[in-house]
T-cell receptor
Framework: EAGVTQSPTHLIKTRGQQVTLRCSPI?????VYWYQQALGLGLQFLLW???????NRGNFPPRFSGRQFPNYSSELNVNALELEDSALYLC???????????FGPGTRLTVT | AQTVTQSQPEMSVQEAETVTLSCTYD???????LFWYKQPPSRQMILVIR??????QNATENRFSVNFQKAAKSFSLKISDSQLGDTAMYFC???????????????FGSGTQLTVLP
C-alpha cells in the first residue's frame, strides 16, 4: 500500500512569491492535515480537510490556504512568502473519524 | 487548549539497553488519543504507538511500550533492547476524541532527541 506522498521535495522561493504544495493521501483516507515544522517552533497544525471541506485551521494568517479535491488529494497555498515561512511542511492523512495520522515525507521550503 | 510537554530535550542510551522518554499533557477531556511518533534524520514522521484514553491497558508494539497514567496525565515511552536505528527525534502527541465537531489535529510536544550509542 502506497503511503502519503508530497511534492515537491524541496523548493526555494523569494520573499513575496507564492507557492503551492501538494499531497496525496493513503488510498481510502479522506482526511488530510497540514503541519508546519519550523526550526525552533516545533510542529504546528495548519489545516484539516475532510470530505472536501476545511474543518479546522490553526493559528496562521489567511495567506495560508488550501483545498481538497474530489480524489481527496490536497494543496497548500502560501501567498506573499515571508522569510519565517521557511520550514518543513508535512502532510498527514487518516480515515474518516480515524485515530492515527500517517505522514508524508514533507516538502522543505526555503524562502530567501 | 491542550498542551503537551516533553521535558527531556536530549537523551542517549547504549545499544541493547532500555530507555524511557517522558511526556505529560493537560486536557479537560476524559476520552482522547495519545501517540508517539519518531522522526529520524530523514525527517519522515513515523507512528510508533497509540493509546486510547478509555483503555486502561498500556499499549505495546514489539520493543516499544507505554506507561499511561491517566490521573497523572503522563504518557511515557519505553524502548527496550535499543537499536542504532532507534536514533531519532521522538514526539509525543495528543488528539481530541473522535466526535462530531471536535478538532482532530495533533498537538505535539517539543520532542526528545534520542541517540543510541554503539
Amino acid at each position: 500500500e502506497a503511503g502519503v506522498t508530497q511534492s515537491p521535495t524541496h523548493l526555494i522561493k523569494t520573499r513575496g512569491q507564492q507557492v503551492t504544495l501538494r499531497c496525496s493521501p493513503i488510498s481510502g483516507h479522506t482526511s488530510v492535515y497540514w503541519y508546519q515544522q519550523a526550526l525552533g517552533l516545533g510542529l504546528q497544525f495548519l489545516l484539516w480537510y475532510d470530505e472536501g471541506e476545511e474543518r479546522n485551521r490553526g493559528n496562521f494568517p489567511p495567506r495560508f490556504s488550501g483545498r481538497q479535491f474530489p480524489n481527496y488529494s490536497s494543496e497548500l497555498n502560501v501567498n506573499a512568502l515571508e522569510l519565517e515561512d521557511s520550514a518543513l511542511y508535512l502532510c498527514a492523512s487518516s480515515v474518516a473519524r480515524g485515530g492515527e495520522q500517517y505522514f508524508g515525507p514533507g516538502t522543505r521550503l526555503t524562502v530567501t | 487548549a491542550q498542551t503537551v510537554t516533553q521535558s527531556q530535550p536530549e537523551m542517549s542510551v547504549q545499544e541493547a539497553e532500555t530507555v524511557t522518554l517522558s511526556c505529560t499533557y493537560d486536557t479537560s477531556e476524559s476520552n482522547y488519543y495519545l501517540f508517539w511518533y519518531k522522526q529520524p534524520p530523514s525527517r519522515q514522521m513515523i507512528l510508533v504507538i497509540r493509546q486510547e484514553a478509555y483503555k486502561q491497558q498500556n499499549a505495546t508494539e514489539n520493543r516499544f511500550s507505554v506507561n499511561f497514567q491517566k490521573a497523572a496525565k503522563s504518557f511515557s515511552l519505553k524502548i527496550s533492547d535499543s537499536q542504532l536505528g532507534d536514533t531519532a527525534m521522538y514526539f509525543c502527541a495528543f488528539m481530541n476524541p473522535i466526535s462530531s465537531g471536535s478538532a482532530r489535529q495533533l498537538t505535539f510536544g517539543s520532542g526528545t532527541q534520542l541517540t543510541v550509542l554503539p
